[in-house]
């Protein structure tokens, strides 16, 4: 086979094509930013004619280096214009279309092409439609920058760039203290996170000398990297807004809801896991680092799963529910399965884009109202919204053959059959179980029962700029992970045997799961105590009760450290007085005392002149 | 280097005898031909490092970038006052422009002198027009109290200098900065030798400022008048940086460890008056304090005294000397139209002022240190050489990269989000003037990004 020159030329070109068309990529997601300088008003349809359709126009591109690497298994990397450098440390321009990017990308575009175009129905009304598009738009550059990165400066580059461009997204409706608020917590977040990374980076430059991917992962072969590891394990729990820096993630919902759906499914969140995946090659030799995103993941996992149990707030059920996946994924890196993690990174993308697009089109259908307590009856109402809902959902909890499932089993199969930790694996299976219980939740609030929210609502699913996102994505959710899983070459060879209750645990505590929630929503029709014990609805209610304490405590004692402490100690009173003050201080006593003799007493002036002159002569004479 | 010094001198009679009329538009003009002209001092490729040369003055890669940037700075100067002298009869307009041009004049020979003494007098000299911008032209009494700080701290840091550096011509038998790299190492042990070192380091430490000798910069900062705030920001605390490069050569075997407690007060300063740009009401003192927490930083990186830490803190000069000018500006549309520096009555200006907000918004980004932006570079290069030093810096300078990135978004967030007060009403739209001069500021940081070599320093 090797033999034919036309194959043999296709396998010498295709790294080109691969290059090419992944700078194409580039190029046409820029091109609407660039043109958007000129200082010409857009046209009304900018956002449409020229984002959504630069978006599509690049996935489609982006398919061609997808196509080439199933076929040829084409991987490849970029380097060219060197960037800045002193005299031993370079920093070029380089990119990598590897696995994980080439696979990515086209995902990352096909889910924000729906988003967009859904987007230009939920956000038709608001007069400054172009500019929300342009910032999607370099959220998503920002995102494909970071996954194509082959160093770590360009890597933060995307990294900063997402946390910004989130910060404006989030604050879209800026009259709105709580999205201001909602958009600073994410930034604030993200750089607790950003400090692991730049210790990291540091960390990389003072000993590796170099922060290009492959020269950091060949130099370090033979050192100890936990505490890099420990600052990129930071860093992504900032940004995948893991345990202890989550509370970000559920704020972040005050944006509007393409934002959280863009946020949520294929940038931003993401981002964290990625960058482990990317560094697994260091991570995989560091039982530390491993067991950290381990336990990690597993208490995030669960923990964020109890919060999304109680949650009213449709939006903030789906938001949960993110954060719940990323543990997983965490877990997943902790298992030392990247290429699994990025798996469920891809699968989830679909169907959490979707079930955020639906729960846009219900929200929308009903008068910007969110509380799933005011739902109900819209499998009647919008049957093609809910269906998808329930699609989601059910993707979600990994019912057999959707796309979770392809992901989610294997993983909850690779946490089976390893040697890691019990506890770890009972927080995630319970978590798992937890996902059932609030999928289930949804669908039974939204979609089932009768209509519970006021009669004049202008529900109408009608339209095919809401219609057709949705149903694209409902194809992803159905076959992506088949397709992905049956493209995918796994890099650990995946254990193959286990007992059937090993096998089957997954469905079997999701089934669990489900069946707990339906006899919970029975009883809620028959009281049987006369006040319900409400401790643990309030834990889970106030989330743990953690933004309570840090969003409280935190902020106040670094607030009063820079009035009290700082200003006001330091500043105005300290270094006044030791200062400027003090040398007024010190020298006063004697101004005044050589000012209190001059005061114009000439007959004691005079006299003293006397008896001074008298009492030297005198001296004199004699 | 007298193409760029002789014209900037001939600037003041053309202050004095260009019509009324034409007076801002021809000043603003020939300062910006004269700043155009200065870029070609980046141009010079010289194996020595020195280029540019005559007897008394040079340029080489650390003196350049902030040659470049002082002669970039008086057109900004001079398109930020147009609008706030416009009251003013034409005479002291015209003794304004002058004072901003001999400001020039005096900044000009104190970074391209080849003597250290020049270079002294010279950082000395900077102080008389900069005293009457405050004290002169500042909008309330207590730029009377500002000006008097600014100098007396100055002063009592400066002094100890003059004679620090007559003991070393003494020693050595040269100042000149070209040979004294070569002159042999000093005998430094006794105690006296320590407080020389001090002496030579402390006119800097205070000029930057040092956490702890800052006071006068808060207060310098808020009397002045925009053009003032602006040179003190972009250009004057640059002085200190500049002489500590210089200086450290000298002082090479007795820094490595007195200079600790520096660099921990420098770190320490980061927090503490990053801390309090958190609790600040007046939207200039906010930005005065943010310019101690980053000089604090570029102190840390000079006295660290590594290659790169000398890279990271001219870098972050550089790009800070932008910024910080740039928000002083926005911070000054505001105030021309409410006449109030206090936050809390001027929310929400992204309604009247949209423009604006694209500035205020990549002004604090860049405050921020946003990849890639210059900044970054500057506080990555400057956090991994303290990294290399010591590891528990990174408590530091990682808090540091906190509070500010929630400062400099607080400050966004309280002038530009946020519904609009009612009190706001018929403020003047913003002019081209404003925007020009705020691009001006943005778009050399922007373009530094394609090409940092420019503002390395030593070891590009």
Redesign the interface.
């Known amino acids: 086979m090797m033999n034919n020159p036309a194959m043999m030329s296709t396998i010498l070109t295709s790294p080109l094509h691969m290059t090419s068309s992944m700078v194409l990529v580039f190029f046409a997601l820029s091109y609407p930013i660039f043109t958007s300088l000129s200082p010409k008003p857009l046209k009304n349809d900018w956002a449409i004619s020229h984002v959504k359709k630069a978006v599509k126009l690049a996935f489609f591109i982006s398919l061609l280096p997808l196509f080439l690497f199933l076929n040829h298994g084409t991987e490849t990397i970029m380097t060219d214009w060197k960037w800045m450098g002193t005299d031993t440390f370079d920093l070029c321009i380089s990119l990598k279309f590897d696995f994980f990017s080439t696979i990515f990308t086209p995902i990352a575009l096909f889910v924000t092409w729906s988003i967009l175009e859904f987007a230009s129905w939920y956000m038709h009304a608001d007069p400054n439609m172009n500019r929300f598009f342009k910032y999607l738009l370099i959220f998503l550059i920002a995102m494909i920058i970071l996954v194509t990165a082959n160093n770590m400066f360009q890597l933060f580059l995307g990294w900063e760039g997402v946390g910004i461009m989130s910060f404006l997204l989030i604050g879209w409706w800026y009259g709105r203290a709580d999205a201001n608020t909602a958009a600073l917590q994410a930034v604030l977040y993200n750089r607790v996170g950003d400090i692991g990374l730049i210790f990291a980076m540091a960390w990389f430059a003072t000993n590796l000398n170099s922060w290009d991917l492959q020269q950091v992962f060949t130099a370090s072969k033979d050192m100890d990297l936990t505490f890099p590891l420990l600052g990129l394990i930071i860093a992504a729990t900032g940004k995948s807004a893991q345990f202890g820096l989550h509370p970000w993630l559920p704020s972040a919902m005050e944006g509007p809801t393409p934002v959280s759906a863009l946020l949520h499914s294929s940038t931003m969140v993401v981002a964290g896991i990625f960058l482990l995946v990317r560094m697994s090659p260091l991570l995989e030799n560091n039982p530390t680092a491993l067991t950290t995103c381990l336990c990690l993941g597993a208490l995030t996992t669960l923990f964020t799963a109890t919060c999304a149990l109680t949650q009213n707030d449709i939006k903030k059920i789906v938001a949960f529910s993110t954060s719940s996946q990323l543990g997983l994924m965490m877990v997943t890196i902790g298992l030392n399965q990247p290429q699994l993690a990025f798996l469920h990174i891809c699968t989830h993308a679909f169907f959490k884009a979707m079930l955020f697009l639906c729960s846009g089109s219900i929200i929308h259908s009903l008068n910007d109202e969110q509380d799933i307590r005011k739902m109900g009856g819209m499998n009647h109402l919008t049957p093609f919204t809910s269906s998808c809902l329930t699609l989601g959902s059910l993707a979600l909890t990994g019912t057999p053959f959707l796309a979770g499932f392809f992901s989610k089993d294997a993983i909850i199969e690779a946490l089976n059959t390893s040697y890691l930790n019990a506890w770890a694996l009972v927080l995630t299976l319970l978590a798992t179980s937890f996902t059932a219980v609030y999928s289930l939740r949804i669908v039974f609030f939204v979609s089932m029962g009768n209509p519970r929210f006021t009669s004049l609502s202008p529900i109408n699913e009608n339209n095919p700029t809401v219609i057709n996102p949705i149903k694209r994505l409902a194809w992803g959710s159905i076959i992506a992970g088949l397709l992905i899983t049956s493209n995918m070459l796994p890099m650990k060879t995946p254990v193959m045997s286990m007992p059937p209750i090993l096998k089957l645990a997954a469905l079997i505590v999701t089934l669990l799961g489900v069946l707990t929630a339906m006899e919970l929503a029975s009883l809620t029709n028959k009281q049987f105590k006369t006040t319900p014990n409400l401790t643990a609805h309030h834990f889970s209610n106030m989330l743990g009760f953690f933004p309570a304490i840090i969003h409280r405590l935190t902020p106040k004692l670094n607030l009063i450290l820079g009035q009290t402490i700082a200003a006001q100690t330091v500043d105005q009173t300290w270094l006044e007085k030791t200062g400027p003050k003090a040398i007024v201080s010190l020298n006063e006593p004697l101004i005044e005392t050589t000012n209190n003799i001059q005061q114009g007493m000439i007959k004691t002036y005079l006299s003293l002149f006397f008896f001074t002159l008298a009492l030297a002569l005198l001296l004199l004479l004699i | 280097m007298l193409k760029i010094l002789l014209p900037t001198i001939m600037l003041i009679p053309m202050t004095w005898l260009s019509p009324a009329k034409r007076l801002w538009t021809t000043t603003l003009a020939y300062s910006l031909i004269i700043a155009l002209a200065s870029l070609a001092w980046f141009n010079t490729p010289t194996e020595t490092g020195w280029s540019c040369m005559n007897t008394y003055m040079a340029t080489d890669p650390l003196s350049t970038p902030l040659l470049a940037l002082t002669c970039w700075l008086l057109p900004l100067m001079i398109l930020a006052s147009q609008n706030h002298t416009s009251s003013e009869p034409v005479g002291r307009q015209r003794m304004y422009i002058t004072l901003l041009t001999s400001l020039q004049i005096f900044l000009i020979l104190a970074f391209s002198a080849t003597e250290v003494i020049m270079f002294y007098i010279m950082f000395e000299a900077t102080l008389i027009p900069t005293l009457i911008i405050i004290t002169r032209w500042g909008n309330q009494t207590e730029r009377l109290n500002a000006g008097t700080?600014f100098l007396?701290?100055t002063l009592a840091g400066s002094l100890p200098l003059l004679v620090a550096l007559l003991l070393l011509q003494n020693n050595t038998g040269t100042l000149s900065l070209l040979t004294l790299q070569y002159a042999p190492a000093m005998e430094l042990s006794s105690y006296a030798d320590k407080f020389w070192w001090a002496g030579c380091l402390l006119a800097f430490l205070v000029k930057m400022p040092l956490y702890?000798?800052h006071?006068w910069l808060p207060k310098a900062h808020v009397e002045a008048p925009i053009a003032g705030s602006m040179i003190l920001a972009a250009v004057l605390l640059k002085l200190g940086g500049y002489g500590m490069m210089r200086m450290m050569i000298v002082l090479e075997p007795l820094t490595k460890e007195l200079s600790y407690p520096f660099i921990i007060f420098a770190l320490w300063g980061v927090i503490?008056?990053g801390?309090?740009?958190?609790?600040q009401t007046d939207l200039k003192s906010l930005i005065a304090y943010s310019s101690v927490s980053h000089m604090g930083l570029v102190a840390a990186g000079i006295l660290i005294q590594t290659?790169?830490g000398f890279?990271g803190a001219l870098i972050l000069m550089i790009a800070h000397g932008l910024t910080s000018s740039a928000l002083f500006c926005l911070a000054n549309t505001n105030y021309e139209r409410t006449h109030s520096r206090t936050m809390m009555l001027a929310r929400?200006l992204?309604?009247v002022l949209p423009l604006m907000t694209t500035w205020w918004?990549i002004a604090s980004?860049a405050n921020l240190a946003?990849?890639?932006l210059p900044n970054?570079?500057g506080e990555?290069m400057i956090?991994?050489s303290l990294?290399?030093w010591s590891w528990w810096t990174?408590a530091l300078t990682?808090?540091g990269?906190?509070?500010t990135?929630?400062y400099s978004?607080?400050m966004f967030?309280m002038t530009?989000?946020?519904?609009l007060p009612a009190h706001i009403m018929a403020i003047h739209p913003t002019h081209s003037r404003e925007h020009l001069l705020i691009i001006l500021h943005l778009l050399p940081l922007i373009l530094l990004i394609l090409k940092?070599?420019l503002v390395?320093g030593w070891?590009?």
């Open positions: 700080y007396f701290y702890g000798a006071l503490m008056t801390s309090i740009c958190l609790r290659p790169w890279t929400g992204q309604m918004f980004l946003l990849p890639p970054l570079m990555l956090i991994t990294f290399n990174l990682g808090a990269t906190l509070i990135a929630g978004l607080y967030l530009q989000r946020g519904p940092p070599e390395w070891s590009a």
